[in-house]
């Protein structure tokens, strides 16, 4: 059974990084099928994705136009886990931040099968 | 990018109700359109994946179709345990990948 856990500060002051972190059991980070993603929710922006990872033989990244300059992604095979980093945060940054797998489910098609249970982070001074 | 609308933003109905939802993409994604169900508090779940298949472990009264551009999600009999909001999802163009911005149900 794949599980994502989560961990990290519920608040960040402005200007300062967001450090996220996500522990995943029953799958591999390097697993040569999943990709692992970043997304995050508010209520202005709904559910936004962030960032993703994945190993096709190399490390591949992409990251969202709107954080691109600012988000790291970063997986971690020693410890099974993926982190993000988002540096330079503002109130706008707020929201309720995943986890979340994306695998092949049949037909072609992939999906976000497993998510983490969400970190609520907080900007704020 | 390719955009995803719901409608209707939310509804309320009745146990025992059937309940459509509906997802239009601003560009034809073909069957790579899935449907997650996010109840409050949680994280979202996958329900439907290729726009008509059921996920393991999801009731049948949860039923999906659609290609192309028109997409929709149905629940034949409207349970209490479904209060919950609904997202589609198009993973035709990735990354970015999209989401409608949900329709919230509510249980009269």
């Known amino acids: 059974q794949v599980q994502l856990q989560q961990s990290g500060p519920g608040l960040v002051k402005p200007s300062q990084t967001l450090s996220l972190t996500c522990v995943i059991s029953?799958?591999?980070?390097?697993?040569?099928?999943?990709?692992w993603y970043w997304i995050r929710q508010s209520p202005s922006r709904g559910l936004e994705w962030l960032g993703r990872t994945y190993y096709r033989s190399n490390w591949y990244y992409d990251y969202a136009v709107s954080v691109r300059s600012r988000m790291t992604i970063n997986p971690d095979t020693s410890k099974n886990q993926l982190s993000l980093q988002l540096k330079s945060v503002t109130p706008e940054d707020t929201a309720v931040y995943y986890c979340?797998?994306?695998?092949?489910?049949?037909?072609?098609?992939?999906?976000?099968?497993?998510w983490g249970q969400g970190t609520m982070v907080t900007v704020s001074s | 990018d390719i955009q995803m609308t719901q409608s209707p933003s939310s509804l309320s109905a009745s146990v025992g109700d059937r309940v459509t939802i509906t997802c239009r993409a601003s560009q034809g994604v073909g069957i790579f359109l899935n449907w997650y169900q996010q109840k409050p508090g949680k994280a979202p779940k996958l329900l439907i994946y290729a726009a008509s298949s059921l996920q393991n472990g999801v009731p049948s009264r949860f039923t999906a179709s659609g290609s192309g551009t028109d997409f929709t999600l149905t629940i034949i009999s409207l349970q209490p345990e479904d209060l919950a909001t609904y997202y589609c999802?198009?993973?035709?163009?990735?990354?970015?990948?999209?989401f409608g911005q949900g329709t919230r149900l509510e249980i009269k």
């Open positions: 999802q198009q993973t035709y163009s990735t990354p970015p990948v999209t």
């Open positions: 029953g799958d591999s980070v390097s697993s040569n099928s999943a990709s």
């Open positions: 979340a797998r994306v695998e092949a489910m049949g037909r072609g098609v992939a999906a976000f099968d497993i």
